[in-house]
């Protein structure tokens, strides 16, 4: 399984902002996007579950980012809304067989190559 992140970019605080995963085949896999800022771990952001009956979030962004899914298209989304300074960083999208949904990075077989947010104050 092929993903390819995209849609980072420069957006003030306050505004919005939507991160795409686009890959073959990853209709059975749970999805989720992490992210990195400068100096610091890797962290979980939000998960989707292979059926998209299921979601998961942070709590740093509960409430201000939303994870969906489009089979038709491939792609997991990543709508963020009311972006804060602090959610600035590499936001990476992974895939996981694993039959739950999980928060553990060793669980994601698959990883984007990382699309960059910076937020603008």
């Known amino acids: 399984v092929q993903l390819q992140a995209s849609g980072g970019g420069l957006v003030q605080a306050g505004g919005s902002l939507r991160l795409s995963c686009a890959g073959r085949?990853?209709?059975?896999?749970?999805m989720s996007w992490f992210r990195q800022a400068p100096g610091k771990v890797r962290e979980f952001v939000a998960g989707?579950?292979?059926?998209?009956?299921?979601?998961y979030y942070a709590d740093s962004v509960k409430g201000r980012f939303t994870i969906s899914r489009d089979y038709a298209k491939n792609t997991v989304y990543l709508q963020m809304n009311s972006v804060k300074p602090e959610d600035a960083a590499v936001y990476y999208c992974?895939?996981?067989?694993?039959?739950?949904?999980?928060?553990?990075?060793?669980?994601?077989?698959?990883w984007g190559q990382g699309t960059q947010v910076t937020v603008s104050s």
């Open positions: 085949t990853f209709s059975l896999y749970a």
């Open positions: 992974a895939a996981s067989s694993s039959p739950e949904l999980t928060t553990n990075q060793d669980a994601y077989n698959y």
């Open positions: 989707i579950s292979w059926s998209g009956a299921s979601t």
